[in-house]
C-alpha cells in the first residue's frame, strides 16, 4: 500500500469508495482499477475507511490511500487535501453518498480536476426507501449536485435513464457502460474445489443465490419459492453473501422448515468455484442495476433463473434468451421457473457472457475519464 503523499503523474486516476466491503459496486469498481492499472494507468483507491473483503484483492501495482475517516460527509476535506496535493487528472466515484461527497469537495474547495460519478442501481427505488436524515439528505443533494459532475456512468440502459429522470441530466452527459464483469480469471478461479461440505456430500440438486442479505434482494420470496419448489423436487439454496437482514431470513427459513435445506454461507472468497458446481442460480431482486452476479454465472456455465427487475436482468439474459424471467414478488413464479429450468436449462452464456468483458469496460471509462 502507500501512504497519502504517494505523487501521481499526469493522467492518472482516483478511485473513490467508502471502502471494499464486499458488495457488487466495490467488486465492480475493483475490477475496473485493475482493467485501468494493466492498461498502463495510474490508479489509486482513494478510501474513506480502509476496510473490508476485498482489500487483500489488490494488486501490487494499485496504490491505496487511506483517509481515515468516520464518514463520507466528514472525509470531505480530506478528499480535498488529496486532490491538490496528489493532483489526479480525474475521480471515478460510485455509490450515491460519495459521489455527492466528491462533488461537494470539488465545488467547495475549488478543485481542478474531473468528476466522473457511476450510478450503480435505481436511484428512485432506492431513495423511496431511503430511511434517516442522512440517507434523504442525500438523495436530495443527488438531485441538487449530479449535473455539476463532468460525466455520469449508469451501468446499464435502464439505469441511464432513471438518473436522468430523477436528477434532471442531459443525456449528452449520461453514459452507458456495463460493468467489467467477464474476464478469463474468472474461468481460472471457477476450476477450483468449493469449500461448502453439500459439494461431497452427494445430496440433492444445490441451487445458488448470491448478493448481500437486504432487503432488496427479496430473499424473503425465493425462500417461499424454494418452499413450493421442494413440494415437487428435493432442492437445496446455498445463499453466498452477508448483510443486515440475516436474522430475519434465518427466521424465516426455520419457520417454514427449511433448516436443513437452506444455508446462509456468509462471505466467499472464490464465488465461481460454487456455480461452477451447482446445478442453477436464483436471483430474486426487487431491483438491480447490471447484476454482476447474473453474467458472471454465465461465465462459469450455470444455468439462470431471474426476475424481471429493474433493471439488468432483460438487458442481460436478452429478454430471456439465456435465462428463465419471473415476474418481481412471485414466490409462486419463481418457484415454477426453478421446476422449468432444473429440467429444461437455457444455455449459452458463456459466449454471453464475453459481451460484458473488462477490457471493453475499460476502454470505453478511459474514453469518458479523459475526455
Known sequence: ???????????????????????????????????????????????????????????????????????????????????????????????????????????????????????????????SQASGLRRKLTFFLVKMLYRYADAVVAVSNGVAKDIEQYANLRRSSVHCIYNPSFSPSILEAAKERPEHPWFFDGGPDILLAAGRLHKQKAYDVLLRAIALARHHRDVRLLVIGEGEERASLEALRDELRLQNVVDFAGFSNNPYAVMANARLLVMSSSWEGLPTVLIEAMACDLPIVSTDCPSGPDEILARGTYGYLTPVGDAVALSNAILAALESPKRGGPERAKAFSVEEAVKRYLEVLDH
Not at 476496510?51 to 481515515?68: F, K, M, T
Open 1 to 127: 500500500m502507500t501512504d497519502q503523499n504517494l505523487a501521481m503523474q499526469p493522467g492518472a486516476i482516483a478511485v473513490l469508495l467508502h471502502d471494499l466491503r464486499g458488495g457488487g459496486a466495490e467488486r465492480v469498481m475493483l475490477n475496473l482499477a485493475k482493467g485501468m492499472a494493466a492498461a498502463g494507468r495510474k490508479v489509486t483507491l482513494v478510501l474513506v475507511s480502509a476496510e473490508g473483503a476485498y482489500l487483500d484483492q489488490i494488486p501490487s501495482g494499485i496504490g491505496v490511500v487511506n483517509l481515515a475517516q468516520a464518514s463520507v460527509f466528514s472525509a470531505i476535506p480530506a478528499i480535498a487535501r488529496y486532490v491538490k496535493a496528489n493532483k489526479p487528472s480525474a475521480i471515478l466515484s460510485a455509490l450515491p453518498h460519495v459521489n455527492v461527497a466528491a462533488l461537494l469537495a470539488k465545488r467547495l474547495f475549488r478543485l481542478n480536476v474531473r468528476i466522473v460519478l457511476t450510478e450503480h442501481n435505481q436511484i428512485t427505488l432506492k431513495a
